[in-house]
């Protein structure tokens, strides 16, 4: 089903957002509320903004509240109309619009794209891989768009290597290429299996660019890591990675610890007072996870995970793909 965007040129008022405006540009902190990272991500996602990518630019212009709403317009386009009518039915305690309620009982009737042995897999080992996730051709043509978005090219190798202060993070969050993940319906169902339930937002994310390593280029990272807060009870949530091109496990792919949500409150407790979580070294149970060009790895946020040193000829490409349930909660406290 497509979704309509909103009248071009348009920028509708929506609630929350000169609150947010406010409070990033120091103008005037909010009320302090523990779920406002939920209202805020929500917000973005429904505009088609990424959060870093947003705050970001607030601290560094801080604009004025008209110069922000240009600059949404002239990053993410008209917001869509029905993500904006969802996001304020959310906000207002309403069911979903007809819409998107229509969407989400549709992807609850769609069959199933993950089958007994991935879910027993998942349920094991914290990961799956959806395959064929997206088409070839749309992992082609997200590939294209992060190529021209560096100015390299694959066929030149000592284009690679461009300064990033962001590491092997690229900061390509809005492209017509990267939209066909982030509204499959066939994405949605794998989330939706993994969530329990189809009222999900999909996350405007950025990409991924690691280069081989070299005599005058070695790995930065990110190395085994987690997203989210160790104190317990850790909140189930996602996270995903779209490989764009083939990656070979010596590739710089992905790496995580298989399992190791089974039994990470035990690990925390096991610690010698006063250990740093994130600082023991986890490497030695860390497994690289190959996978094809269009194939989705989705895993659990308790999962230690990271890149790795690409060992190869070739750069690994990917685009962060996550769906969310907004009745997610998470620790007050951050360990």
């Known amino acids: ?22 409070h990033h540009t120091r103008r005037e902190r909010r009320a302090a509320d523990a779920d406002m990272w939920m209202t805020d991500g929500i917000l973005l996602d429904a505009l088609g903004l990424g959060i870093e990518q947003t705050q970001s630019y607030l601290a560094r212009a801080t604009p004025d509240y008209e110069e922000f ?38 992807v609850e009737a769609a069959p199933d794209v993950l089958g007994p042995e991935e879910m027993s897999g998942w349920e094991r080992d914290g990961y799956v891989i959806l395959h064929a996730a997206i088409a070839a ?76 390593e070299t005599e005058h280029h070695s790995f930065q ?10 104190a317990t009870p850790i909140p189930f949530a996602t996270q995903g990675i779209l490989y764009l091109t083939d990656t070979a496990a010596d590739q710089g ?23 740093d979580p994130r600082r023991q070294d986890l490497s030695g149970e860390a497994r690289a996870i190959p996978a094809g060009a269009g194939d989705l790895v989705i895993w659990r946020n308790a999962l230690p995970h990271g890149a790795s040193p690409n060992r190869s000829a070739r750069p690994r490409m990917a685009h962060y793909v ?5 009745a997610l909660k998470r620790q007050k406290v951050w360990r």
């Open 137 to 212: 051709g749309e992992a082609a043509a997200a590939a294209e768009a992060l190529w021209d978005h560096l100015g390299a090219a694959p066929d030149d190798p000592a284009s690679w290597y461009k300064p990033n202060s962001h590491g092997i993070m690229v900061q390509l969050f809005q492209h017509p290429a990267l939209e066909p993940a982030r509204r499959s319906e066939r994405i949605h169902k794998a989330f939706a299996q993994l969530w329990g339930t189809a009222d999900l937002w999909s996350t405007t994310d950025r990409m991924s660019f690691n280069p081989p």
């Open 221 to 230: 990272g990110p190395h085994l890591h987690w997203d989210v807060s160790l």
């Open 322 to 326: 996550n769906m969310y349930s907004p």
């Open 1 to 22: 089903m497509q979704l309509v965007r909103g009248e071009a040129g348009a920028m509708p008022e929506i609630g929350g957002l000169e609150a947010y405006w406010r």
């Open 69 to 106: 709403k240009r600059w949404i317009l002239d990053t993410a386009g008209p917001p869509d109309a029905e993500r904006v009518a969802r996001y304020r039915a959310w906000r207002d305690g309403a069911p979903p619009p007809p819409r998107t309620r229509a969407r989400i009982l549709a």
């Open 253 to 275: 792919a992905l790496i995580l610890v298989p399992g190791f949500h089974r039994r990470i409150e035990a690990w925390l407790e096991s610690l010698p007072a006063g250990a």
